[in-house]
């Protein structure tokens, strides 16, 4: 069963900067998987931010573009998301979810990062920009 667990949230001021990691575990062996990030704002839909193939392909949303970065350590089995220039806007619940890889037609970056891809979600990590 997998379990996915996020930390590094907090509250920064605007321009500041914080690096979310998400630690995976109870990955099917010899099975390799996609994972994204996502956030979800107060009375707002959940979006899509960030996505990594299990061959390292990156994608991320136009919003966050420049100043978000999506990265992972296969031997930790371990996703972060390193956010710089940080925005009041933000501020968010950001979530990891995961998926085997075996199940996309497609790379993410074509595929578009869409929740609705995944099956394995986090508990969530608060971010807040002020």
């Known amino acids: 069963h997998v379990q996915l667990v996020e930390s590094g949230g907090g509250s920064v001021q605007a321009g500041g900067s914080l690096r979310l990691s998400c630690a995976a575990s109870?990955?099917?062996?010899?099975?390799?998987?996609?994972m994204g990030w996502f956030r979800q704002a107060p009375g707002a839909e959940r979006e899509g931010v960030a996505g990594?193939?299990?061959?390292?392909?990156?994608s991320h949303a136009d919003s966050v573009q420049g100043r978000f970065t999506i990265s992972k350590d296969d031997a930790k089995n371990t996703l972060y998301l390193q956010m710089d220039n940080l925005k009041p806007e933000d501020t968010a619940m950001y979530y990891c979810?995961?998926?085997?890889?075996?199940?996309?037609?497609?790379?993410?970056?074509?595929?578009?990062?869409?929740?609705?891809?995944?099956?394995?979600w986090g508990q969530g990590t608060q971010v807040t920009v002020s």
């Open positions: 109870g990955y099917r062996y010899n099975s390799s998987y996609s």
């Open positions: 979810a995961a998926e085997p890889s075996a199940r996309f037609p497609a790379p993410l970056e074509v595929l578009g990062i869409m929740d609705d891809l995944f099956t394995f």
């Open positions: 990594i193939d299990s061959d390292g392909t990156i």
